[in-house]
Structure formats: C-alpha cells, structure tokens
C-alpha cells in the first residue's frame, strides 16, 4: 500500500463520483477534491509524486505539486484514486478546452502501477465526455515517457504536436488527441 499515513481514502472529505473497474477484476474509487486535503496528505503525496518521472526527471519539487490537492474551479477539477481505502493516486483536468476536456495531470502512485488504474480512468473520462457531447480529449506527456504515451495510444489519442523545450530546453512534450466520433 502506499504509505499515505493515517489518512483513509474514505475520510478526505471528497465527493464520491465514481467506482471503476480495474483490469484485474478490483475497484477505483474516484473522489472529487472539493476542499482542501490535509496538508499533510498533501505534502506525502506531492513528495512521492516529485519522484516519479516525468516530474522527477524535470526537477519538480513537492510544494510545486501541492496544488494539485486543492479545489480551484469547476473548470479545473481535481481527484484522487482510492484503493482498499487507500490513495493510489490522483488525476487533474481543464474543462472545455478546445472543445473538449484537456488531462492536466495523471499520476498513479508506484505500488498501484500495472494495475489497470490509468485505463479504468481515460475510460470513464471518454465515457463522462461522451455524455457531455464534447468533441476532444486532449493530454500532453512527455517524448521520454513511452509508458504513459503506450498508454494513451491505446485509449485512441492520436500525436497532433510536437513541443520542443516546453518545460525545459532538453525535452519534447507531445500533444495527444482524441477525437470523439458519435456512435
């Protein structure tokens, strides 16, 4: 389990809006943050983040990603991942962005890797635009991440960009699409 202290999934004080199906037959719970995380969740969370790639590998630190843990706007709303009542991880997104919804940040807590959880939610996140008639989805990952650009591929997002130093002068961001067809 990831070590997220005391603080159950259950406990946060974040709207349940969702339970997904993982590949290997378990649950997701996804809550919607609407007020803040406790800061210290938030401070183990951003600190397990900033050592995973992409963010490791640009240098990020953890009070840079404590944001992530507070609720902005309704166009920018936050989530975490629940497994066994623990945090697994958490995803952000920008509302109507080119006519569609635009995945600010997806991360999956390492222990929970492999497991199904960035499927199970790029699926809900195509079924809930869906219902939304949206047109788009759009996500930016890195050139060096192939398991996170395997992933997206997967789901039908399609390279429309490349974005040479973007974050820093030595990388490339790519720009994924999906364009969501009527039925």
């Known amino acids: 389990m990831a070590n997220t202290g005391s603080h159950k999934f259950n406990d946060i004080g974040l709207e349940p809006v969702a339970t997904l199906r993982m590949h290997d037959g ?3 719970a996804v809550g919607q943050i609407v007020s803040p995380v406790p800061a210290q969740l938030a401070q183990r969370l951003s600190a397990q983040i900033a050592h995973m ?24 709303p936050r989530f975490l991942l629940g497994v066994d009542d623990d945090v697994a991880g958490m995803f ?13 940040v997806l991360a999956v807590l390492p222990v929970y890797q492999g497991r199904g959880i960035g499927s199970a939610v790029l699926t809900w996140l195509e079924m809930r635009a869906r219902e939304n008639g949206e047109r788009n989805q759009f996500v930016v990952t890195s050139a060096f991440n192939t ?20 974050i820093n002068d030595f990388e490339t961001e790519i720009l994924l699409r999906k364009r969501l067809t009527p039925h």
């Open 26 to 28: 378990s649950n997701v």
């Open 53 to 76: 790639n992409p963010w490791k590998r640009y240098g990020f630190k953890p009070g840079a990603l404590e944001s992530f843990f507070a609720p902005v706007n309704p166009s920018a």
């Open 92 to 104: 952000a997104l920008k509302l109507g962005w080119m006519f569609g919804t635009y995945l600010n």
């Open 147 to 166: 398991g996170g650009l395997k992933l997206y591929r997967r789901h039908g997002f399609q390279p429309i960009a490349e974005m040479p130093a973007l």
